[in-house]
């Protein structure tokens, strides 16, 4: 195994600098950064326990291993993410010895990081464990057990990286990692490419008719994405007298039927539109469609979301409870508020109603906002990453 022992001198050229990625679900977000980073690093492998295929625009651009995974719901909540136990393959050990990588970056404190982290000593890797953002539901700040568990995988790292101001501060507050051991950048960002990748479908030739402004929901309808909190903020704005609005929702789950029911009980059927699943590539007609996104969520570590729709120019409402509101300069480009307060929101949104070139505005800066965190900018981050951990 000393074969994969790093000798950090002028020889050791990218090319030759073999990179895993062990990541239990590889959604699309991840791809945008890796692909780009896999230009400077090409012999970079992405193990994973869930693979959707390739986002339009990033085919084969790096080699990708599936390993399937399992997942068991010990508890469930209508807040939060709920108590799950997720089975990744043993196997992959035997993935990673062949491979022989010289670094591995490691989605969170799963048993893929813990094994990565054991075998470090024998395999001579390097091990960075990336930690999306801080929420309550993953950061298990009541545990004691799973506190001092992550503590001992934080000290075996060789760095961590998140995408937030709070899960760096967890890292180092609570997990006690190293400060200059922790680096925060945005490195789940979009690529806008991706979400215009396919060609337009039928259904999408009917959005220029739609009553503006027009309010847009991408997510899952599930109660944690808080979709029944912003159609309660409809309420409220019908009540004010506001109808000359769109609220298009699009995505699919198990709550669908019932809020659908809500709308058409509460006379909203005017205002609020279903577009269904989207496939990701045709994600970017719906946004260009759209004047202001909003995020409604009670939990998110991240929020990738509100970063696709701040590339296409868009004003966002965001939710506090969502990672991805550190992106959103109140005022500027959008407006944070409580998502179990739907005066709050409802607030907010008759401002866009009353004031129909604030969305404008508001849509040039989220742009002018992500010209500084594109694939390009959060690849030349986790090299930097590389290069600091390769050379300690």
Not at 197 to 208: A, R
Not at 229 to 234: K, Q
Not at 301 to 319: F, I, N
Request: overall charge positive; aromatic content about 10%.
């Amino acid at each position: 195994m000393a074969g994969t022992a790093l000798k950090v001198n002028q020889s050791n050229s990218n090319s030759n600098l073999r990179i895993a990625w062990l990541l239990p679900s590889a959604f699309f977000y991840w791809q945008p950064a890796i692909s780009k980073l896999a230009q400077m690093f090409p012999q970079t492998t992405v193990f994973t326990g869930l693979w959707q295929g390739f986002a339009p625009g990033f085919e084969n651009t790096f080699a990708v291993e599936v390993l399937e995974r399992k997942i068991i719901q010990l508890s469930r909540t209508s807040t939060g993410y709920g108590n799950n136990f997720t089975y990744l393959p043993l196997n992959i050990v035997n993935r990673l010895l062949r491979f022989k990588p010289h670094l591995i970056f490691t989605s969170s404190f799963g048993i893929w990081t813990m094994l990565a982290l054991l075998l470090k000593p024998l395999a001579k890797w390097r091990v960075v464990i990336a930690y999306e953002g801080s929420s309550p539901s993953v950061d298990f700040r009541g545990s004691a057990l799973r506190l001092a568990l992550r503590r001992a995988m934080v000290k075996a790292a060789d760095a961590l990286i998140t995408n937030s101001h709070a899960g760096k501060a967890y890292l180092i507050d609570i997990l006690k990692a190293k400060e200059n051991n922790v680096f925060h950048q945005p490195y789940e960002v979009p690529a806008t490419t991706a979400l215009v990748g396919c060609t337009k479908e039928d259904k999408q030739s009917n959005l220029h008719q739609l009553q503006r402004p027009v309010f847009l929901f991408v997510g899952g309808i599930i109660p944690r994405k808080g979709l029944h909190l912003l159609l309660e903020a409809c309420v409220v704005l019908q009540k004010q007298g506001y109808r000359n609005y769109t609220l298009l929702v699009v995505g699919d789950g198990a709550q669908r039927q019932e809020l659908e029911a809500f709308s058409e009980n509460h006379a909203l059927a005017d205002c609020v539109k279903w577009a269904g699943r989207v496939d990701y590539g045709n994600l970017g007609a719906y946004f260009n469609s759209a004047d202001v996104f909003v995020l409604p969520t009670l939990e998110d570590t991240w929020g990738v979301v509100v970063l696709e729709a701040m590339a296409l120019g868009k004003a966002v409402l965001c939710s506090k409870r969502a990672g991805a509101a550190e992106m959103v300069i109140e005022g500027e480009n959008g407006y944070l508020f409580e998502p179990q307060q739907p005066e709050e929101l409802a607030k907010v949104m008759s401002r866009f109603i009353e004031q129909p070139n604030l969305s404008v505005s508001m849509g040039d800066k989220s742009q002018q906002l992500m010209a500084q965190h594109t694939p390009e900018v959060a690849a030349q981050f986790l090299a930097k990453v590389t290069s600091f951990v390769v050379r300690n």
